[in-house]
């Protein structure tokens, strides 16, 4: 089991959501950039668990601990290690799935695959805890793309049947996208903010979910990115945000 992606920048990560870690392997990154941790929490903590009744109600600091590759805060152009613990892992609760798969999760398809003795606790490896150390690694990426006046910014353009303000995709406001990061629920247009979270409310208390579409912009690329025809840059792009367990569609 390998869990891959990347050529100039090359992501790995490894571990279970239940076991004692998770964490990742970032090589190809360039020596002697200063990285700003604070940042770097302050955008981990936008995926981080337990924050609001919206979300899992799992509590992670998702904290990572950096173990190479960094020294001072700065890359030292050897591969970039890091493990973030888990602390509130809570096995017996999945103890069921043992004979009860979930539909739309891993834990049938795996087991057939790897054998009875594969982690499968919370989803193990296949769980969407596994984002965060994509999440660390994205959020480095961001900060070296910034010094080359490269912005990427984001909201959740449509949840349920309920959407966003649209963004104007020939002059995007990246300042508005950007100021709403924070927010539980990323929406540029405060009333669609509140009207989503009385959906997420209704769903919850019926035991029930719906899906939504997150619309992402970036600016200031340079011309030419990717190959034909198979390892153009949408071909890479889906692959990796196909590595989201919740992603359904790209388009």
């Known amino acids: ?10 992501v790995s990560t490894f571990g279970a959501s239940h076991g004692y870690a998770i964490g990742g392997i970032v090589e190809g990154l360039p020596c002697g950039h ?28 998702d904290t990572p601990e950096f173990l190479a590759g960094l020294v001072d805060g700065m890359l030292s152009g050897s591969p970039l290690a890091f493990m973030i613990r888990n602390t509130s892992q809570h096995s017996s609760d ?35 805890r596994l984002t965060a150390p994509l999440c660390v690694a ?21 949840v349920g049947t309920i ?23 990323a929406m540029v247009d405060p009333q ?19 899906g939504g579409i997150v619309e992402v912009v970036a600016t200031g690329l340079p011309i030419g990115l990717g190959n034909p025809n198979f390892d153009g840059i949408e071909n890479r792009l889906a692959r990796v945000i196909f590595g989201v367990p919740a992603i359904k569609g790209v388009s």
């Open 1 to 10: 089991m390998a869990s891959n992606f990347g050529k100039t920048i090359q």
């Open 34 to 61: 200063t990285i700003d941790i604070d940042e770097l929490k302050a955008f981990l903590k936008r995926r981080a668990p337990g924050q609001n009744q919206l979300t899992t109600q799992r509590k992670e600091a």
């Open 94 to 128: 999945y103890n069921n799935l043992r004979d009860i798969p979930r539909p739309s999760h891993a834990d049938f398809t795996a087991r057939i695959r790897y054998g009875d003795k594969v982690d499968m606790r919370g989803g193990g490896h296949f769980s969407a």
């Open 138 to 158: 994205g959020g480095i990426a961001l900060q070296l793309l910034r010094e080359k006046g490269i912005e990427i910014h984001g909201h959740l353009k449509q």
């Open 163 to 185: 959407q966003d303000a649209p963004i104007n995709m020939v002059h995007p406001d990246m300042k508005a996208l950007a100021s709403i990061a924070t927010e539980p629920i």
């Open 192 to 210: 669609k903010r509140n009207e989503v979270e009385n959906l997420v409310m209704n769903l919850k208390k019926d035991g029930d979910s719906t």
